[in-house]
Protein backbone atom coordinates (compact mmCIF):
# COMPACT_ATOMS: atom_id res chain seq x y z
CA UNK A 1 0.00 0.00 0.00
CA UNK A 2 1.01 3.46 -0.88
CA UNK A 3 0.88 6.86 0.37
CA UNK A 4 -2.14 9.40 -2.46
CA UNK A 5 -0.02 11.63 -4.41
CA UNK A 6 -1.94 14.03 -2.55
CA UNK A 7 -1.09 13.03 0.95
CA UNK A 8 0.72 15.28 2.73
CA UNK A 9 3.83 14.63 5.27
CA UNK A 10 4.16 17.44 7.08
CA UNK A 11 5.80 18.98 9.91
CA UNK A 12 3.94 20.14 13.38
CA UNK A 13 4.64 23.67 15.29
CA UNK A 14 2.90 25.46 18.00
CA UNK A 15 3.70 29.95 18.36
CA UNK A 16 4.66 29.73 22.13
CA UNK A 17 6.58 26.93 22.03
CA UNK A 18 8.93 27.99 19.12
CA UNK A 19 8.76 31.30 18.15
CA UNK A 20 10.71 33.20 21.39
CA UNK A 21 10.06 36.59 21.23
CA UNK A 22 7.49 36.32 23.77
CA UNK A 23 7.59 40.03 25.17
CA UNK A 24 8.87 41.40 21.76
CA UNK A 25 7.42 42.69 19.11
CA UNK A 26 4.07 44.06 20.74
CA UNK A 27 2.67 40.64 22.16
CA UNK A 28 0.83 40.99 24.84
CA UNK A 29 1.45 38.69 27.79
CA UNK A 30 0.12 34.99 28.53
CA UNK A 31 -0.59 32.93 31.81
CA UNK A 32 2.58 30.73 30.79
CA UNK A 33 5.18 33.68 31.12
CA UNK A 34 4.58 34.14 34.73
CA UNK A 35 4.05 30.79 35.41
CA UNK A 36 6.71 29.41 34.13
CA UNK A 37 9.13 32.22 35.90
CA UNK A 38 7.53 31.55 39.13
CA UNK A 39 8.42 27.53 38.69
CA UNK A 40 12.38 28.89 37.39
CA UNK A 41 12.51 25.39 35.46
CA UNK A 42 12.76 27.02 32.08
CA UNK A 43 11.37 29.50 29.76
CA UNK A 44 10.35 29.72 26.06
CA UNK A 45 12.57 32.19 25.09
CA UNK A 46 14.24 32.05 23.04
CA UNK A 47 12.92 28.45 22.15
CA UNK A 48 13.57 27.83 19.00
CA UNK A 49 13.43 31.44 17.68
CA UNK A 50 10.91 30.67 15.03
CA UNK A 51 9.89 34.86 15.04
CA UNK A 52 13.56 34.82 13.21
CA UNK A 53 14.14 31.84 11.73
CA UNK A 54 11.46 30.58 10.08
CA UNK A 55 13.06 30.97 6.61
CA UNK A 56 15.29 28.72 7.06
CA UNK A 57 12.80 25.66 8.52
CA UNK A 58 10.80 26.53 5.67
CA UNK A 59 14.10 25.84 3.41
CA UNK A 60 14.66 22.71 5.59
CA UNK A 61 11.14 21.77 4.75
CA UNK A 62 11.68 22.21 1.29
CA UNK A 63 14.75 20.14 1.11
CA UNK A 64 13.38 17.43 3.07
CA UNK A 65 10.10 16.69 1.06
CA UNK A 66 7.56 18.15 3.76
CA UNK A 67 4.82 19.88 1.97
CA UNK A 68 2.80 20.56 4.55
CA UNK A 69 3.35 23.18 7.94
CA UNK A 70 1.31 23.29 11.50
CA UNK A 71 1.51 27.04 12.77
CA UNK A 72 -0.31 28.43 15.20
CA UNK A 73 -0.83 32.32 15.16
CA UNK A 74 -0.16 33.59 18.67
CA UNK A 75 -3.78 35.94 19.80
CA UNK A 76 -1.71 37.61 22.09
CA UNK A 77 0.77 39.00 18.99
CA UNK A 78 -2.45 40.07 17.17
CA UNK A 79 -4.77 41.30 19.98
CA UNK A 80 -2.74 42.26 22.71
CA UNK A 81 -5.04 42.08 25.27
CA UNK A 82 -7.27 39.64 23.84
CA UNK A 83 -9.65 42.32 22.15
CA UNK A 84 -9.45 45.51 21.33
CA UNK A 85 -6.16 47.06 20.17
CA UNK A 86 -4.74 45.52 17.05
CA UNK A 87 -0.60 44.88 16.83
CA UNK A 88 0.53 45.54 13.61
CA UNK A 89 3.63 43.90 13.75
CA UNK A 90 2.16 40.66 14.92
CA UNK A 91 -0.20 41.23 12.42
CA UNK A 92 2.52 41.82 9.60
CA UNK A 93 4.86 38.72 10.91
CA UNK A 94 2.05 36.13 9.86
CA UNK A 95 1.55 37.80 6.84
CA UNK A 96 5.11 36.79 6.05
CA UNK A 97 5.21 33.72 7.37
CA UNK A 98 2.51 32.48 5.39
CA UNK A 99 3.94 34.20 2.32
CA UNK A 100 7.64 32.43 2.51
CA UNK A 101 5.35 29.05 3.37
CA UNK A 102 3.98 29.34 -0.26
CA UNK A 103 6.96 30.46 -1.51
CA UNK A 104 8.39 27.21 -0.37
CA UNK A 105 5.54 25.24 -1.37
CA UNK A 106 4.83 24.28 1.74
CA UNK A 107 0.91 24.46 2.71
CA UNK A 108 0.18 26.33 5.79
CA UNK A 109 -1.91 24.68 8.26
CA UNK A 110 -3.01 26.98 10.79
CA UNK A 111 -4.31 26.91 14.16
CA UNK A 112 -5.90 30.14 15.98
CA UNK A 113 -5.01 28.34 19.82
CA UNK A 114 -2.52 26.31 21.20
CA UNK A 115 -2.83 26.56 24.69
CA UNK A 116 -2.43 30.38 24.61
CA UNK A 117 -5.19 32.77 25.88
CA UNK A 118 -4.27 36.16 26.24
CA UNK A 119 -3.34 36.68 29.96
CA UNK A 120 -6.24 39.49 29.99
CA UNK A 121 -8.90 37.08 29.38
CA UNK A 122 -7.21 34.62 31.21
CA UNK A 123 -7.08 36.46 34.44
CA UNK A 124 -10.66 36.61 34.02
CA UNK A 125 -11.66 32.80 33.90
CA UNK A 126 -10.07 32.12 31.02
CA UNK A 127 -12.83 29.55 28.67
CA UNK A 128 -14.75 28.99 31.94
CA UNK A 129 -16.01 32.90 31.74
CA UNK A 130 -17.78 32.99 28.42
CA UNK A 131 -16.65 36.58 27.73
CA UNK A 132 -13.71 34.59 26.28
CA UNK A 133 -15.83 32.78 23.87
CA UNK A 134 -16.85 35.68 22.42
CA UNK A 135 -14.23 37.13 22.09
CA UNK A 136 -12.17 34.23 20.54
CA UNK A 137 -14.85 34.91 18.16
CA UNK A 138 -14.26 37.90 16.88
CA UNK A 139 -10.33 37.25 16.60
CA UNK A 140 -11.08 34.32 14.99
CA UNK A 141 -13.23 36.23 12.25
CA UNK A 142 -10.46 38.92 12.05
CA UNK A 143 -7.65 35.99 11.38
CA UNK A 144 -10.38 34.82 8.55
CA UNK A 145 -10.93 38.12 6.83
CA UNK A 146 -6.83 38.99 7.44
CA UNK A 147 -5.59 36.27 5.79
CA UNK A 148 -7.99 34.78 3.36
CA UNK A 149 -5.48 35.04 0.34
CA UNK A 150 -2.52 33.15 2.50
CA UNK A 151 -4.26 30.20 4.55
CA UNK A 152 -6.79 27.68 2.91
CA UNK A 153 -6.70 25.29 6.36
CA UNK A 154 -7.73 26.37 9.49
CA UNK A 155 -8.02 24.64 12.70
CA UNK A 156 -9.93 26.45 15.45
CA UNK A 157 -8.28 25.02 18.32
CA UNK A 158 -5.20 22.57 19.44
CA UNK A 159 -5.87 19.84 21.78
CA UNK A 160 -9.18 21.08 24.42
CA UNK A 161 -8.78 18.35 26.72
CA UNK A 162 -4.97 18.78 26.68
CA UNK A 163 -6.04 22.55 27.89
CA UNK A 164 -8.44 21.03 30.56
CA UNK A 165 -7.35 18.72 32.21
CA UNK A 166 -4.09 20.70 32.23
CA UNK A 167 -5.29 23.27 33.93
CA UNK A 168 -8.08 21.63 36.45
CA UNK A 169 -7.23 18.03 36.32
CA UNK A 170 -3.32 17.79 36.50
CA UNK A 171 -1.90 21.11 37.85
CA UNK A 172 0.79 21.35 35.27
CA UNK A 173 -0.66 23.86 32.98
CA UNK A 174 -1.47 27.56 34.40
CA UNK A 175 -2.83 28.29 37.22
CA UNK A 176 -2.31 24.84 38.52
CA UNK A 177 -5.39 23.63 39.56
CA UNK A 178 -6.04 19.61 40.19
CA UNK A 179 -8.82 17.13 40.70
CA UNK A 180 -11.72 19.73 39.11
CA UNK A 181 -13.16 17.59 37.08
CA UNK A 182 -16.44 20.13 36.68
CA UNK A 183 -14.19 22.96 35.83
CA UNK A 184 -12.65 20.75 33.20
CA UNK A 185 -15.92 19.61 32.06
CA UNK A 186 -17.56 22.98 31.84
CA UNK A 187 -14.13 24.56 30.22
CA UNK A 188 -14.83 21.72 27.54
CA UNK A 189 -17.88 22.69 26.73
CA UNK A 190 -17.18 26.46 26.64
CA UNK A 191 -14.08 25.53 24.21
CA UNK A 192 -16.54 23.93 22.04
CA UNK A 193 -18.75 26.48 21.77
CA UNK A 194 -16.20 29.32 21.12
CA UNK A 195 -15.23 26.38 18.41
CA UNK A 196 -19.00 25.92 16.57
CA UNK A 197 -19.26 30.07 17.06
CA UNK A 198 -15.79 30.47 14.83
CA UNK A 199 -16.77 27.49 12.25
CA UNK A 200 -20.19 29.40 11.48
CA UNK A 201 -18.73 32.60 11.48
CA UNK A 202 -15.95 31.11 8.65
CA UNK A 203 -18.66 29.63 6.80
CA UNK A 204 -20.60 32.67 6.50
CA UNK A 205 -17.77 34.63 5.40
CA UNK A 206 -18.16 32.34 2.14
CA UNK A 207 -14.46 32.05 2.28
CA UNK A 208 -12.36 29.87 -0.57
CA UNK A 209 -10.82 27.23 2.44
CA UNK A 210 -11.86 24.62 5.09
CA UNK A 211 -11.90 24.32 8.73
CA UNK A 212 -12.06 21.79 11.62
CA UNK A 213 -10.42 21.49 14.91
CA UNK A 214 -7.49 19.28 16.75
CA UNK A 215 -8.49 16.87 19.10
CA UNK A 216 -5.81 14.76 21.17
CA UNK A 217 -7.45 11.17 21.42
CA UNK A 218 -6.36 8.16 23.02
CA UNK A 219 -7.75 5.01 22.91
CA UNK A 220 -8.77 4.04 26.31
CA UNK A 221 -8.74 -0.10 26.80
CA UNK A 222 -9.89 -1.67 29.89
CA UNK A 223 -6.63 -3.04 31.77
CA UNK A 224 -8.64 -6.61 32.54
CA UNK A 225 -10.94 -6.85 29.47
CA UNK A 226 -13.06 -9.13 31.29
CA UNK A 227 -13.53 -7.62 34.35
CA UNK A 228 -16.51 -4.86 34.60
CA UNK A 229 -15.25 -2.21 36.94
CA UNK A 230 -12.31 -2.11 34.85
CA UNK A 231 -14.25 -1.80 31.79
CA UNK A 232 -17.01 0.60 33.09
CA UNK A 233 -13.25 2.79 34.27
CA UNK A 234 -11.99 2.90 30.74
CA UNK A 235 -15.68 4.06 29.53
CA UNK A 236 -15.31 7.11 32.09
CA UNK A 237 -11.72 7.89 31.17
CA UNK A 238 -12.88 7.95 27.41
CA UNK A 239 -16.03 10.03 27.63
CA UNK A 240 -13.74 12.21 29.69
CA UNK A 241 -11.27 12.76 26.83
CA UNK A 242 -12.63 11.56 23.49
CA UNK A 243 -16.16 10.83 23.65
CA UNK A 244 -17.72 14.18 25.12
CA UNK A 245 -15.31 16.37 22.75
CA UNK A 246 -16.00 14.00 19.62
CA UNK A 247 -20.00 13.87 20.53
CA UNK A 248 -19.52 17.83 20.52
CA UNK A 249 -17.44 17.99 17.38
CA UNK A 250 -19.76 15.84 14.95
CA UNK A 251 -23.04 15.39 16.82
CA UNK A 252 -23.34 18.69 18.33
CA UNK A 253 -24.60 17.67 21.43
CA UNK A 254 -24.04 14.90 23.68
CA UNK A 255 -25.47 11.59 23.44
CA UNK A 256 -27.21 10.43 26.54
CA UNK A 257 -24.66 8.05 27.70
CA UNK A 258 -22.23 11.15 27.35
CA UNK A 259 -24.02 13.33 29.17
CA UNK A 260 -24.63 10.55 32.39
CA UNK A 261 -20.82 9.50 32.63
CA UNK A 262 -19.88 13.20 32.51
CA UNK A 263 -22.65 14.30 34.77
CA UNK A 264 -21.56 11.72 37.28
CA UNK A 265 -17.96 12.42 36.98
CA UNK A 266 -18.95 16.47 37.89
CA UNK A 267 -20.63 14.93 40.96
CA UNK A 268 -17.79 13.68 42.61
CA UNK A 269 -16.49 16.83 42.74
CA UNK A 270 -20.49 17.95 43.68
CA UNK A 271 -19.91 20.03 40.63
CA UNK A 272 -22.94 20.07 37.70
CA UNK A 273 -22.51 21.02 34.04
CA UNK A 274 -24.32 23.70 32.71
CA UNK A 275 -25.43 23.39 29.59
CA UNK A 276 -27.93 25.86 27.85
CA UNK A 277 -30.19 24.52 25.31
CA UNK A 278 -28.84 27.74 22.99
CA UNK A 279 -25.07 26.34 23.29
CA UNK A 280 -26.19 23.25 21.42
CA UNK A 281 -28.42 25.29 18.67
CA UNK A 282 -25.06 26.55 17.75
CA UNK A 283 -23.18 23.67 18.10
CA UNK A 284 -25.48 21.50 16.56
CA UNK A 285 -25.57 24.10 13.08
CA UNK A 286 -21.56 23.94 13.44
CA UNK A 287 -21.12 20.30 13.63
CA UNK A 288 -22.53 19.76 9.89
CA UNK A 289 -19.88 22.29 9.18
CA UNK A 290 -16.73 20.93 10.52
CA UNK A 291 -14.31 19.92 7.04
CA UNK A 292 -11.79 17.71 8.91
CA UNK A 293 -11.07 16.54 12.30
CA UNK A 294 -7.25 16.67 13.47
CA UNK A 295 -6.11 14.39 15.26
CA UNK A 296 -3.15 14.36 17.40
CA UNK A 297 -2.25 10.81 18.95
CA UNK A 298 0.56 9.58 20.83
CA UNK A 299 -0.48 6.85 22.97
CA UNK A 300 -3.31 4.52 24.32
CA UNK A 301 -4.16 3.65 28.03
CA UNK A 302 -4.56 0.80 30.04
CA UNK A 303 -6.99 1.69 32.91
CA UNK A 304 -8.28 -0.30 36.19
CA UNK A 305 -11.02 0.74 38.25
CA UNK A 306 -9.75 3.07 41.34
CA UNK A 307 -11.31 4.14 44.46
CA UNK A 308 -8.50 5.79 46.57
CA UNK A 309 -7.70 9.37 46.91
CA UNK A 310 -6.73 11.46 43.92
CA UNK A 311 -3.10 11.09 43.17
CA UNK A 312 -1.30 12.49 39.78
CA UNK A 313 2.33 13.07 39.56
CA UNK A 314 3.57 14.08 36.23
CA UNK A 315 6.90 12.77 34.92
CA UNK A 316 8.21 16.11 33.38
CA UNK A 317 11.84 14.73 33.72
CA UNK A 318 12.28 11.74 31.76
CA UNK A 319 12.94 9.17 34.56
CA UNK A 320 11.02 6.08 33.80
CA UNK A 321 8.54 4.72 35.82
CA UNK A 322 7.55 8.04 37.80
CA UNK A 323 4.58 8.46 36.54
CA UNK A 324 1.02 7.99 38.46
CA UNK A 325 -2.61 8.79 37.28
CA UNK A 326 -5.05 7.57 39.87
CA UNK A 327 -8.52 9.80 39.54
CA UNK A 328 -10.93 8.30 42.40
CA UNK A 329 -14.14 7.17 40.85
CA UNK A 330 -12.65 7.42 37.65
CA UNK A 331 -9.94 5.39 37.23
CA UNK A 332 -6.24 4.44 37.22
CA UNK A 333 -3.69 4.57 34.34
CA UNK A 334 -1.58 1.32 34.31
CA UNK A 335 1.64 0.42 32.40
CA UNK A 336 0.89 -3.18 30.23
CA UNK A 337 3.30 -6.01 29.63
CA UNK A 338 4.60 -6.45 26.38
CA UNK A 339 3.67 -2.62 25.64
CA UNK A 340 6.82 -0.19 25.61
CA UNK A 341 7.12 3.46 27.26
CA UNK A 342 9.26 6.20 26.17
CA UNK A 343 11.29 7.85 28.97
CA UNK A 344 8.31 10.13 30.19
CA UNK A 345 6.13 6.69 30.40
CA UNK A 346 4.57 7.37 27.08
CA UNK A 347 3.12 3.91 26.29
CA UNK A 348 4.27 2.86 22.24
CA UNK A 349 1.17 1.19 21.02
CA UNK A 350 0.16 2.05 17.46
CA UNK A 351 -2.14 -0.21 17.08
CA UNK A 352 -4.25 1.72 18.91
CA UNK A 353 -4.22 4.51 16.33
CA UNK A 354 -5.69 2.46 14.17
CA UNK A 355 -8.03 1.23 16.88
CA UNK A 356 -8.90 4.95 16.80
CA UNK A 357 -9.48 6.17 13.39
CA UNK A 358 -11.86 3.22 12.98
CA UNK A 359 -13.54 3.62 15.72
CA UNK A 360 -14.47 7.29 14.49
CA UNK A 361 -15.72 5.89 11.23
CA UNK A 362 -17.99 3.91 13.11
CA UNK A 363 -19.48 6.08 15.68
CA UNK A 364 -19.53 9.53 13.41
CA UNK A 365 -19.84 8.15 10.05
CA UNK A 366 -20.59 11.28 9.07
CA UNK A 367 -16.88 12.91 9.64
CA UNK A 368 -15.27 14.07 6.52
CA UNK A 369 -11.65 13.59 6.30
CA UNK A 370 -9.00 13.31 9.14
CA UNK A 371 -5.79 14.74 9.39
CA UNK A 372 -3.00 13.16 11.89
CA UNK A 373 -2.19 16.82 13.19
CA UNK A 374 0.64 15.16 15.78
CA UNK A 375 2.64 12.14 16.30
CA UNK A 376 5.89 11.70 17.40
CA UNK A 377 8.15 10.53 19.85
CA UNK A 378 9.89 12.85 22.80
CA UNK A 379 13.10 11.63 22.86
CA UNK A 380 16.53 12.28 24.46
CA UNK A 381 19.09 12.83 21.08
CA UNK A 382 22.11 12.55 21.58
CA UNK A 383 24.60 14.77 19.22
CA UNK A 384 27.41 12.80 18.36
CA UNK A 385 30.30 13.74 16.17
CA UNK A 386 27.95 15.64 13.77
CA UNK A 387 25.24 12.70 13.47
CA UNK A 388 21.72 12.23 14.95
CA UNK A 389 20.74 8.72 15.01
CA UNK A 390 17.40 8.70 16.29
CA UNK A 391 16.90 5.48 15.54
CA UNK A 392 13.61 4.50 18.43
CA UNK A 393 12.08 8.10 16.77
CA UNK A 394 12.09 6.34 12.99
CA UNK A 395 10.55 3.14 14.64
CA UNK A 396 7.83 4.68 16.52
CA UNK A 397 7.13 6.79 13.34
CA UNK A 398 7.48 3.83 10.65
CA UNK A 399 4.57 1.65 12.90
CA UNK A 400 2.43 4.33 13.48
CA UNK A 401 2.11 4.98 9.90
CA UNK A 402 2.01 1.28 9.05
CA UNK A 403 -1.33 1.54 11.46
CA UNK A 404 -2.55 4.53 9.29
CA UNK A 405 -2.25 2.99 5.99
CA UNK A 406 -4.02 -0.10 7.37
CA UNK A 407 -6.88 2.65 8.69
CA UNK A 408 -7.10 3.96 5.26
CA UNK A 409 -7.33 1.06 3.53
CA UNK A 410 -10.42 0.31 5.89
CA UNK A 411 -12.02 2.59 4.46
CA UNK A 412 -10.90 5.98 6.51
CA UNK A 413 -10.07 8.62 4.67
CA UNK A 414 -7.08 10.19 6.15
CA UNK A 415 -5.51 13.05 4.23
CA UNK A 416 -1.95 13.83 5.62
CA UNK A 417 0.41 12.89 8.57
CA UNK A 418 2.12 15.92 10.34
CA UNK A 419 5.09 14.53 12.80
CA UNK A 420 5.45 16.47 16.17
CA UNK A 421 7.51 18.04 15.52
CA UNK A 422 8.92 19.84 12.94
CA UNK A 423 12.25 20.96 14.70
CA UNK A 424 13.00 20.62 18.85
CA UNK A 425 11.35 22.82 20.70
CA UNK A 426 10.12 23.90 24.51
CA UNK A 427 7.83 21.26 25.95
CA UNK A 428 5.21 23.00 27.95
CA UNK A 429 5.95 20.79 31.40
CA UNK A 430 9.04 19.31 30.37
CA UNK A 431 11.14 21.99 29.04
CA UNK A 432 14.22 21.35 26.72
CA UNK A 433 15.63 17.91 27.12
CA UNK A 434 12.44 16.17 25.43
CA UNK A 435 13.01 16.46 22.20
CA UNK A 436 10.52 15.87 19.08
CA UNK A 437 12.54 17.28 16.34
CA UNK A 438 12.77 16.16 12.26
CA UNK A 439 15.47 18.65 12.99
CA UNK A 440 17.72 18.79 16.10
CA UNK A 441 18.54 22.33 17.49
CA UNK A 442 21.32 23.64 19.66
CA UNK A 443 19.64 25.95 21.56
CA UNK A 444 22.96 28.28 22.17
CA UNK A 445 23.60 29.13 18.48
CA UNK A 446 20.12 27.93 16.93
CA UNK A 447 21.73 26.00 14.19
CA UNK A 448 19.80 22.93 13.07
CA UNK A 449 21.09 19.92 12.45
CA UNK A 450 18.95 17.10 10.46
CA UNK A 451 18.43 13.91 12.55
CA UNK A 452 18.00 10.43 10.78
CA UNK A 453 14.60 11.04 11.09
CA UNK A 454 14.88 13.67 9.03
CA UNK A 455 16.39 11.91 6.03
CA UNK A 456 13.67 8.30 6.24
CA UNK A 457 11.11 11.05 6.51
CA UNK A 458 11.92 12.70 3.34
CA UNK A 459 12.65 9.26 1.28
CA UNK A 460 9.02 8.45 2.27
CA UNK A 461 7.77 11.59 1.24
CA UNK A 462 9.27 11.25 -1.86
CA UNK A 463 8.48 7.24 -2.93
CA UNK A 464 4.60 7.62 -0.73
CA UNK A 465 6.06 4.13 0.09
CA UNK A 466 6.66 3.12 3.57
CA UNK A 467 9.78 1.60 4.44
C1 LIG B 1 0.60 17.95 22.39
C2 LIG B 1 0.68 19.43 22.14
C3 LIG B 1 2.00 19.92 21.67
C4 LIG B 1 3.20 19.16 22.18
C5 LIG B 1 2.98 17.66 22.23
C6 LIG B 1 4.05 16.91 22.99
O1 LIG B 1 -0.26 17.73 23.45
O2 LIG B 1 -0.28 19.83 21.21
O3 LIG B 1 2.05 21.28 21.89
O4 LIG B 1 3.78 19.71 23.27
O5 LIG B 1 1.76 17.33 22.80
O6 LIG B 1 3.80 17.00 24.35
P1 LIG B 1 4.93 17.24 25.40
O7 LIG B 1 5.66 18.45 24.91
O8 LIG B 1 4.23 17.45 26.69
O9 LIG B 1 5.75 16.02 25.40
Redesign the pocket.
Known sequence: MRFANDFIFGG?T?AY?CEGSTREYGKGKVAWDDFLAEKGRFQANPASDFYHQYPVDLKLCKMFGINGIRISIAWSRIFPDGTGKINQQGVDFYHQLFKECHKKGVEPFVTLH??DTPNTLFQKGDFLNKETVDAFEKYASYCFEEYKDEVTYWFTF??IW?VCTNQYIEGTFPNGEKYNMTKAFQSMHYMMLAHSKAVLAYKKGDYKGKIGI?Q?LEYKYPYNENKLEDIIAAKNEDVLQNQFLLDATFLGYYSDETLKIAQKLCALNQGMLDIEESDLEIMKKAAKENDYLGM?Y?QSRFIQAYDGENDIYHNGTGEKGTSRFRLKGVGERMNKEGIDRTD?D?LIHPESMFDMLVRIKQQYPQYKAIYIT?N?M?YKDDFEDGIIDDTPRIDYVRRHLYYLLKAIEAGVNVKGYFI??LMDMF????GYN?R?GLFYIDYKTQKRYPKASAYWYKYISQTKELF
Open positions: AAQHFNEAVSNYWWEGGWSSWTNKY
